[in-house]
């Protein structure tokens, strides 16, 4: 299996633009989860999704921010519009199962706004 | 989720063991504790996982004392590529979030 895929890698982009990251999950696994990591505040649970439907969104920091999941395969972060202090490391991870003990994350997409 | 609380750093010569102490007081009978790693630039990577009893795997052993309040992962012949922030996590088994805390900073030092 090629693991959790995330797109892209690096992103960068002016204040007040669009950002959408992207990330498919490990075929078969029914959680997947939206995470941002930033040294300030370390690793921060976003947003779960379970069998395509988002159960909580709790962590999502503001309207500017929203999350997909239009199929099993294929998940989706949007800031609109993005600001500087977006800037941070996004990380999508997924699982399989009610309280799996073993997450996989993707290697993330670092995310720079100017 | 029980609060941890972990060394922010810690040195390791290579080839010898790394014990990584965590700390959490207020954890319930019913939280796991969860390790994972984080190489730099990578995603968080699972380690392993247990309740009361001691664990090991291909990659390490955790040792939880008999009152579950601290918890040592214990890398028994640490190299280079070994050097990563280290999580301790706790959390109810059926729970579906983890929450990351600071961790521990391991460098590995030939």
């Known amino acids: 299996d090629a693991g959790v895929i995330q797109s892209p890698r690096h992103e960068v982009t002016e204040m007040g633009q669009e950002v959408t990251l992207r990330c498919k999950p490990i075929s078969g696994h029914d959680y997947l989860f939206w995470y941002r990591q930033t040294m300030m505040r370390g690793l921060e649970l976003l947003i779960y999704?379970?069998?395509?439907?988002?159960?909580?969104d709790s962590g999502m920091p503001e309207d500017r921010f929203s999350a997909k999941m239009p199929n099993a395969s294929f998940s989706t972060l949007k800031i609109q519009p993005s600001e500087p202090r977006d800037s941070a490391v996004y990380f999508c991870?997924?699982?399989f199962g009610q309280g799996a003990r073993r997450y996989t994350f993707g290697s993330g997409t670092r995310l720079t706004v100017v | 989720d029980a609060k941890t609380t972990q060394p922010p750093s810690m040195d390791c010569a290579e080839g010898r063991a790394a014990n990584l102490p965590c700390n959490h007081s207020t954890i319930s009978g019913n939280e796991y504790v969860y390790w994972y790693r984080q190489i730099h630039s990578q995603g968080p990577q699972y380690i392993i996982h247990g309740l009361k009893n001691n664990e090991t795997n291909e990659m390490a052993s955790l040792i939880i004392t008999e009152d579950r309040k601290s918890s040592t992962l214990i890398l028994p012949h640490a190299t280079l590529r070994d050097t990563a922030v280290y999580y301790c996590?706790?959390?109810?088994?059926?729970?579906?979030?983890?929450?990351f805390g600071s961790g521990t900073k391991l460098n590995v030092k030939p």
């Open positions: 999704f379970n069998n395509n439907v988002p159960i909580d």
């Open positions: 991870a997924s699982s």
């Open positions: 996590i706790v959390r109810v088994y059926n729970f579906n979030k983890f929450y």
